[in-house]
């Protein structure tokens, strides 16, 4: 499998391919980085004599390739190659995992960790400052929590951040979260060398390919990363075969000059993780009602007159908007704030736009609507729901089990007409698409549940309509040429709805199969990814 330049014409034949142009296609072509043809084996005869390339699929699945539409890809290299908590047992194993990490970083700076997650430990607590201490020997540290809006550090961290004790969020012996949690974030990547941040972006961007995306949305902001870091992720991928990068910074604006520094760093966008609230791991996200576990309602960043300048404002400069809210409060919010953008701007205005919303996690039947009705695109995470949902999952824990049965509503949504796009928050929850389809067909709640080709689609065309591109993330002539050659097993047709058959192999239904994603089965393995016809991605000994 080399790669191919994109002037080249290739035919793929001998497998499945999943296309609305044609139910029963069995081959492709394609022309440079545009898909040509689509149809059947006995057509893709007359083909041959005319191609570059004849590739003889063997059975392989060809699909569009996955759009990862939440994405945080220096911090998702740092898990991939620094300190990864998040399989850490108890807080006696984080422990010992971080004392190990210290010894074989000597020259770190700053040492970097993830995903730590008390909610899972027998301990049921954090790690204290002390233990970090003795740990690492008194070296700085930073530690995120899985969620990453908590973190957990070292003395020497702190010393490295003047007047952090007193920012709010600083805690003498819990997590940090706001701004003091902010403030120690940029110590500790500030720590990050040019070339080690250009290595693990690039690490990133690899693995994301190894697993069929060919795009992601890079979740940017000041209270995320850097200026430095998105201009330089988005250079890299640019310059680099590899996946795509759409970018979006998270910076409120109350006017157009607001926008410039934001076209400047190339974004599309001026969104992503602008925080109205923060997660419910952390006890941040703003609630209606109190938490079930802790006095208050969580924090809210924003409020409704700033979110609806900053629509307004973004509306009247064709720019995308978009938000981070997950609490119910929070999401309200939000909607609230972009009503009243539409009411200062025109709603059809509004809608054209498709501003976004990510995570939007506790979705009020109000809120349903105002999504639909302001065509507001919910940005969702289904690993959300397989990690922390469930009776006597973290959500249950925090919210109580009924509240926490209201979460990720992806059925009322789709119902209601509201966009949906899948990502993972990596690195919150791993890359993993074929496991955010599973996820969304499989909800723990089986009334939330959406058919395996809704979220199939919602994690490849909704992707690219999400950043206004409605002609890629499907396979069809005329289309970019961002594919993937899939080994799984037998496809299927599901539907979420228990009370009728949930899987299909009838081919007479002319409804285009997807690998079985039930919980028992393994997922499908990328062989090769292609983006706009060049392989950028290509399994060893296939």
Known sequence: MNERTPSTTVLLRGGTVYSPADPFATAMVVEGGTVAWVGSEGAADSFVDGVDEVVHLDGALVTPAFTDAHVHTTATGLALTGLDLTSAGSLADALARTAAFSRDRPGD?????????????????????????????????????????????????????????????????????????HAVRRAAHAAVTPAQRLAVQRAALRHAASLGISAVHECAGPDISSEDDLTGLLALAAAESGPRVFGYWAEAVK????????????????????????????????????????????????????????????????????????????????????????????????????????????????????????????SVQPAFDAAWGGEEGMYAERLGAERARTLNSYAAMVRAGVPLVLGSDSPVTPLDPWGAVRAAAFHRTPGHRISARAAFNAHTRGGWRAVGRDDTGVLMPGAPADYVLWRGGELVVQAPDERVANWSTDPRSGTPGLPDVAPDRALPVALRTVVSGRTVYARPNE
Do not use: K, N
């Open 109 to 181: 700076r700053v040492l970097l960790g993830h995903g730590w997650d008390e909610s899972r430990w027998p301990e049921r607590r954090t790690p204290s400052r002390q233990e970090l201490d003795e740990a690492v020997g008194g070296r700085p540290l930073y530690l995120t929590r899985v969620d990453v809006h908590s973190a957990v550090v070292t003395t020497a961290l702190l010393d490295l951040v003047p007047g952090v004790r007193d920012l709010p969020g600083y805690h003498p012996e819990g997590p940090l979260t706001s701004d003091a949690h």
């Open 255 to 378: 006017d157009a000059s607001g926008l410039d520094r934001i076209r400047d760093l190339g974004a599309v966008g001026a969104g992503g993780d602008l925080f109205v609230d923060g997660s419910l791991g952390s006890r941040t996200a703003c609630l209606h009602a109190p938490y079930a576990d802790a006095p208050h309602g969580g924090v809210s960043f924003i409020d409704t007159d700033t979110i609806a300048a900053h629509v307004a404002t973004c509306t009247e400069a064709g720019v995308q908007a978009g938000f981070h809210a997950i609490g119910d409060a929070a999401v309200s919010s939000v909607v609230a704030g972009v009503r009243a953008a539409a009411e200062r701007v025109g709603a059809d205005r509004i809608r054209a736009l498709r501003h976004r919303v990510e995570h939007a996690e506790m979705m009020t039947p109000d809120a349903i609507t105002g999504f639909a009705e302001l065509g507001l695109i919910a």
